[in-house]
């Protein structure tokens, strides 16, 4: 008993907590970034609209993709600290104790893994997914017209960074909206199997998971 209840302080320690204070922190960092993104889109918009120099409009779009990449990169982190967390949650929950065949065990675990691990993975991937699928379309219009510009007979500079901008913002939100939804799959993922493990527990009790 002594051993198991170590070996939980252990992972708690080692585990849990790091990836907690983790998905905090990179929560905490791409809440700012995502409010820095919005800034400098809106400077940007604001020297368009009032025909900045292309120096200091091409400035205002390099800031924009720079807090654009760093919020995409701090949200990576986080989802990831929350799988960490969601493997957690499955070694936790995942294991009975000794002689524990209780119905309301059971009951709970699984209660866990559909609240911890199931739902908020499946909440996470249809709307990242569904915000990977609107940028997508999204891009398309966007790349078409900053071709258009492109080719134009005699395209301005400040037209080019514009559109290549535009486009550019939503191609890395595909990217992104596209990974957080693969991430948060693979939290579901712990839970439902989770949830299968539970269901073999009780259909197989003396068989060794």
């Excluded at 302080?9 to 998905?23: D, E, I, N, Q, S």
């Excluded at 120096?55 to 919020?71: D, G, K, L, P």
């Excluded at 960074?161 to 799959?185: D, K, M, Y």
Aim: aromatic share 8%; glycine share 12%; charged share 15%.
């Amino acid at each position: 008993m002594a051993g198991r209840a170590l070996r939980l302080v252990l992972f708690l320690v080692l585990v849990v907590l790091p990836a907690l204070l983790g998905l905090l922190l990179f929560g905490y960092l791409t809440g700012l970034d995502i409010g820095r993104l919005v800034e400098a889109r809106d400077a940007l918009g604001r020297l368009v609209s009032s025909d900045g120099s292309p120096i200091a409009v091409y400035a205002a779009s390099a800031f924009e993709t720079i807090h654009r990449v760093n919020a995409f990169a701090d949200g990576t982190w986080t989802l990831l600290c929350a799988m960490i967390l969601g493997i957690g949650a499955h070694g936790l929950l995942g294991r009975k104790a000794p002689g524990d065949r209780a119905a309301s065990a059971v009951l709970w675990r699984a209660a866990g893994f559909c609240v911890l691990l199931v739902l908020p993975g499946l909440a996470g991937m249809g709307l990242f997914g569904r915000m990977a699928f609107t940028d997508y379309h999204e891009l398309i219009g966007a790349y078409e017209r900053f071709q258009t510009v492109a080719r134009a007979a005699d395209p301005t500079l400040e037209s080019v960074i514009v559109a290549n901008a535009i486009q550019h913002g939503h191609r890395l939100n595909v990217f992104a909206a596209g990974t957080w939804s693969l991430l948060c799959a693979i939290v579901a993922t712990l839970g439902i199997h989770g949830l299968l493990g539970l269901w073999r527990e009780e259909t197989w009790p003396d068989r060794e998971l």
